[in-house]
């Protein structure tokens, strides 16, 4: 069982659909991030939050709202996609930002499609 | 800014064979992390091991053996006796201290052979 859990794991939506993706972890760790990973891309960090409060916002599209009600959830509300916001969605925490060796543990991604 | 290249896309390796897997990172910071990550087709990221900028030694972690080379700016991944469960795409990532950014290569997609 994994540390770091995403639901739902496959998610097809159209384009004017209002959909959220749930992360949850359960290691006890302080900051929770976001990260897309498209095709022949390498991964994008969407948004960090350390401690609920959100503190990197990478340009992402209005379209992406993330949610931290607290340092063990984190919610990625999507609405009114592209086709070309297809991708896999890595829900992923640490115990702490500001340490290089803090290692960055990943759920097993949200595989969302858009029609 | 930090830079990550992984200049193989795809390896072979035989079952039971040991790999090496190349990273190369270029980055001003003096302080940062090195990271390899397994991704298996069903899409975790499963973190496999560490490396200090400042680490005398070499990491490793079972199987898993980093070759970490400072001035060369390399931190080649060493996988022993491969298994079939090794094939997989590799990441090679980094992160300077202070900083959220974990930044990515491309990847390596190894295949082992039977």
């Known amino acids: 069982e994994t540390g770091v859990t995403q639901t739902p794991r496959h998610l097809v939506m159209g384009m004017t659909n209002k959909k959220s993706l749930k992360c949850e972890q359960h290691?006890?760790?302080?900051?929770m991030y976001w990260y897309k990973q498209s095709a022949k891309k390498p991964l994008e960090l969407m948004f960090v939050y350390n401690f609920k409060e959100q503190t990197e916002n990478n340009s992402v599209p209005s379209r992406f709202s993330p949610e931290c009600p607290n340092s063990s959830h984190l919610f990625l509300h999507l609405h009114t996609l592209q086709p070309e916001d297809s991708a896999l969605y890595l829900c992923a925490s640490s115990q702490d930002e500001g340490f290089s060796g803090n290692t960055i543990y990943f759920g097993e991604g949200s595989w969302l499609t858009v029609v | 800014a930090q830079k990550i290249t992984q200049t193989q896309p795809g390896m072979f390796v035989q079952e039971k064979e040991a790999v090496t897997l190349d990273c190369t990172y270029d980055?001003?910071?003096?302080?940062?992390?090195l990271f390899w990550y397994k991704q298996p087709s069903s899409g975790e990221m499963i973190f496999l091991i560490y490396q200090g900028s400042y680490d005398q030694q070499n990491a490793t972690e079972g199987r898993y053996s980093l070759n970490f080379q400072k001035a060369r700016k390399s931190a080649n991944l060493v996988i022993s006796a491969s298994q079939l469960g090794d094939s997989a795409m590799y990441f090679c990532?980094?992160?300077?201290?202070?900083?959220?950014?974990?930044?990515f290569g491309k990847g390596t997609k190894l295949s082992v052979i039977p």
């Open positions: 980055t001003s910071d003096p302080s940062y992390g």
């Open positions: 290691l006890g760790h302080n900051a």
């Open positions: 990532a980094m992160r300077a201290a202070g900083s959220y950014q974990l930044t």
